[in-house]
């Protein structure tokens, strides 16, 4: 896995069953642009919808995210690496 790397977006979405407001992470190919993306998966976009945005990369320590994406404006946060972690393992 050392050494792979993707894009991935941040997006505060709805919980249908709980329904409380949680951040969920979306790697997807670096061949894709952020914005495409973050429509596909969250439809309309609302402000502060897209919390954090960058590139991510799988190394044997656990996934790393940083970076910005330049068509949303929006940066990584230190707090992705830690959701990337919870989400794909360390």
């Given at each position: 896995?050392?050494?792979?790397e993707a894009k991935y977006i941040v997006i505060r ?31 309309e976009l609302g402000p502060n919808r897209v919390l ?33 972690k919870i989400a794909f393992g360390d």
């Open positions: 896995m050392d050494g792979r979405e709805r919980n249908d069953v709980t329904g409380f407001r949680e951040e969920n992470i979306y790697p997807f190919s670096s061949h894709i642009i952020h914005k495409n993306m973050a429509v596909k998966i969250g439809g954090g945005a960058g590139f991510i990369r799988f190394t044997e320590k656990g996934p790393v995210c940083y970076g910005r994406s330049v068509s949303l404006n929006v940066s990584s946060r230190e707090e992705d690496s830690l959701l990337a």
